[in-house]
């Protein structure tokens, strides 16, 4: 305390509002557009602002020293000369904040390329905060799981609607590859964190995020294979019988609730659930080798077509394969695995 005065702390702060643009800078690289704009606005803003500020430099201390009482203590009078300067700068960019956007836009172009999905909530700033990404991760998490759930909700109709919905399709489709994509994300944040120094509790959280991840992305794909056994039977003009499709529907139904039951489970940290999902997973796996066997037992009776029927069987096997996925969560989620 002492060793410089009043005036040069007051300069060195007007200079440390533009050296800490650099981490603003650096968050930005390898961003969207619009983050890049972000940092350079925050960037334009404070060095300006201090370009504006050198020429009257003199004038603004003595402005300081007036308002401010020389026995106020000095680590106050340079917090309160911090605090004036960003409120000046401030009030001087506002009346002009629709110039300083064209300006950053000039700067920084808009991509002539789509631009790959990011999480809008996911900032990769957080991977050095680990309490915070591991939130942050989560909640990714539970948006692939009601993702999902969602998806499961338009497959049923694809299968009960005689009509072919193309659109309904598609959004399944482009769901599935957005599922892929938030699943990447998570691996290069939560691999990030991992590379980092953390303690035994958020490492564990870590890797239960990661198998998570990999599971909900393992059932879109068995959705998304569903809905083309379906579309391919549909191309080939074919379709279930009556029995057929109802007994397809009621296992629909029973894995898309073990599925609904297991992430809420998630979604509440309830570690108790694997009880439960065994009892479910009995009943399905039972109820899958019923429909299995009354299906083969249509095509003895020439009630269904040898071509039908593969499509069947192939889709009562993805069937097994989302019920088995979701029985992985709940075992990850209970510390099994």
Same mark, same amino acid.
């Given at each position: 305390m002492g060793a410089i005065g009043y005036d040069t702390a007051v300069a060195l702060v007007l200079g440390e509002n533009i050296g800490t643009t650099i981490t603003a800078y650096l968050?930005?690289?390898?961003?969207?557009?619009?983050a890049k704009?972000?940092?350079?606005?925050?960037?334009? *803003? =404070?060095?300006? %602002?201090? &370009?504006?500020?050198?020429?009257? &430099? &003199?004038?603004?201390?003595?402005?300081?020293?007036?308002?401010?009482?020389?026995?106020?203590? *000095?680590?106050?009078?340079?917090?309160?000369?911090?605090t004036t300067f960003n409120i000046i700068i401030v009030s001087l960019f506002l009346p002009s904040i629709?110039?300083?956007?064209?300006?950053?836009?000039?700067?920084?172009?808009?991509?002539v390329y789509k631009e790959k999905l990011h999480l809008s909530y996911f900032d990769v700033g957080m991977a050095e905060?680990?309490?915070?990404?591991? +939130?942050?991760?989560?909640?990714?998490?539970?948006?692939?799981?009601n993702e999902v759930k969602i998806m499961m909700g338009? !497959?049923? $109709?694809?299968?009960?609607? /005689?009509?072919? #919905?193309? @659109?309904?399709? @598609?959004?399944?489709?482009?769901?599935?590859?957005?599922?892929?994509?938030?699943? $990447?994300?998570?691996?290069?944040?939560?691999?990030?964190?991992? #590379? %980092?120094?953390? #303690?035994?509790? &958020?490492?564990?959280?870590?890797?239960? +995020?990661?198998r998570m991840a990999d599971e909900l992305e393992s059932v879109s794909d068995y959705i998304e294979n569903i809905l083309k056994l379906r579309c391919?039977?549909? @191309?080939?003009? !074919?379709?279930?019988?009556? =029995?057929? !499709?109802?007994?397809?529907?009621?296992?629909?139904?029973?894995?898309?609730?073990?599925?609904?039951?297991? !992430?809420?489970a998630v979604q509440?940290? #309830?570690?108790?659930?694997? /009880?439960?999902?065994?009892?479910?997973?009995?009943a399905i796996t039972h109820r899958m080798k019923r429909t299995r066997n009354k299906h083969l037992h249509r095509l003895e009776k020439n009630e269904t077509s040898p071509l039908q029927s593969l499509n069947y069987l192939d889709m009562l096997n993805a069937y097994r394969r989302i019920k088995d996925h979701t029985f992985n969560i709940a075992e990850v989620l209970a510390g099994e695995k």
């Open positions: 968050a930005s690289l390898g961003a969207s557009t619009v704009r972000t940092a350079y606005s925050h960037i334009a *803003i =404070k060095v300006i %602002g201090v &370009f504006v500020m050198v020429p009257v &430099f &003199f004038k603004y201390m003595g402005f300081l020293k007036w308002l401010l009482p020389e026995y106020m203590d *000095i680590s106050a009078r340079i917090a309160f000369s911090h629709a110039l300083l956007a064209k300006f950053i836009q000039v700067i920084v172009p808009e991509k905060t680990p309490a915070l990404g591991i +939130q942050q991760s989560f909640e990714a998490i539970i948006k692939m799981g338009w !497959l049923r $109709k694809s299968i009960s609607d /005689t009509d072919e #919905n193309k @659109n309904r399709d @598609n959004k399944i489709f482009r769901k599935e590859k957005e599922l892929d994509l938030i699943q $990447k994300e998570i691996v290069q944040f939560v691999g990030k964190m991992l #590379n %980092g120094t953390l #303690n035994r509790l &958020f490492v564990r959280d870590a890797r239960k +995020q990661l391919r039977l549909s @191309n080939d003009g !074919l379709s279930f019988n009556k =029995k057929g !499709l109802a007994d397809m529907l009621e296992l629909h139904d029973m894995v898309a609730e073990y599925l609904d039951n297991v !992430l809420t509440t940290n #309830n570690t108790e659930i694997l /009880t439960k999902a065994i009892t479910e997973t009995k």
